[in-house]
């Protein structure tokens, strides 16, 4: 109750909302990223349309476990000449989780709710144009775990 990142923050909660994957109907305990592909770069198909992900703890579980090896790195500056996945482009010299360079294609991926204290309140990531099917397949896999 004390942490609501509510600045700075370009995602909206908004109750009452349900779990991406598995459905179930949300509380305060959820996990929520927002996805910002820049220009060259797509969604993964694990990602809805609008690039938000709000996950309970069961099906976040997984995901918070790889969050937290990635690298995060200062938010993206935003300018009405650029969308914010080209904003992510432009702070993200490195890709947050294979740590390579990372050029045209990235996703940029904001963290602003989260499970737990692994992860900061609020955090911004970007993954090079090989780690984002990686992610994605990730996801799929989480995702297919739900169902059964
Ligand atoms: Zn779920
Ligand atoms: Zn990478």
Known sequence: MSSEPSQGSTGDVSAP???TFCDCRLTEQLLALQSYPG???TLPT?????????LCPDCASEVVELITSWHRHGQPPVGDDRSIGEGYRAIASTCSFCTNSCDDAV???ELYRRIGDELPA????TLC???QPVFGEFLENVRG????
């Open 17 to 19: 909302l349900s779990c």
């Open 39 to 41: 220009a060259e770069a």
């Open 46 to 54: 694990a990602i809805p349309d609008h690039g938000g992900l709000t």
């Open 107 to 109: 996703l940029g991926v």
């Open 122 to 125: 609020y955090a911004n990531y």
């Open 129 to 131: 144009e090989n780690c």
């Open 145 to 148: 775990q739900t169902e059964n």
